[in-house]
Structures are given as C-alpha cells and as structure tokens.
C-alpha cells in the first residue's frame, strides 16, 4: 500500500473507557483545510475500524488518547490527534507537518466489496 503525506486515520463509538470516548470523536467525514499537493483531500472515519481516503481504506485504532493508528503497508503507524470542535488536527507518524481537517458531516458507508484491511497484529 503507497503511504502519502496524509495516510491516516481512522474509527469506533465510545462506551466506557476514555480511549474509547475519544474513538467517537473522530468518526465522520473530514476534509483537509491545510494545503496539501500529494494527498488525498477528505477522509471518511467509519465505526467498523475503517477508514478512507482517495482511493484507499485502512485500518484504524485509537492508540490512547490523542494516539491514533493506522495500518500501512501491514504495519502500525502511529498519529498524534486532536479534536477541538468542528476541527481534527493530525501530526506526528509519516506527515512532515501537521494537518488540519474540518468536519464536514457523518461517515458515508464503505463501498460495496471493499473489506477493512486486516490487523497487522493477526496478520
């Protein structure tokens, strides 16, 4: 799988622990309002642990808060987070600079017939 400047992110509604609060935050459908020329422009964050960007889907798990992983090329890259109202900033992991995206609504589901990416830890 090509890793891009913004190869991120990812999913999943909280329940109990603060992790997992933090899960619910994220998901949505973002668009980058830093400038980037080699990335994709918006990502989708869904609940199944999936989400996309241009072309691609990966898998992703919160870390712990404001840590957030993405499986890349069979591997876990790790991403620093944080939201703050309409806005999810992203930094840290493969990016040189930060990103910043703005909510722009719910996650859209995953197409039909493309699979969440396998868990590199059970891979």
Do not use: C, N
């Amino acid at each position: 799988m090509r890793r891009s400047g913004l190869a991120f992110i990812t999913l999943l509604l909280a329940t109990a622990s603060p992790a997992l609060a933090q899960q619910g935050s994220i998901l949505g459908t973002w668009q980058t309002i830093t400038r980037t020329k080699d990335g994709p422009h918006s990502v989708i964050v869904r609940p199944d642990s999936s989400a996309s960007y241009g072309t691609q889907t990966v898998r992703w798990r919160i870390q712990k808060a404001g840590k957030i992983l993405l499986a890349l090329g069979g591997e876990w890259v790790e991403y620093d987070y944080k939201v703050k109202g309409p806005k999810l900033t992203l930094s840290g992991g493969d990016l040189k600079d930060a990103i910043t995206l703005k909510r722009l609504g719910p996650p859209t589901p995953r197409a039909e017939g493309v699979a969440v990416p396998p868990d590199p830890d059970t891979e």
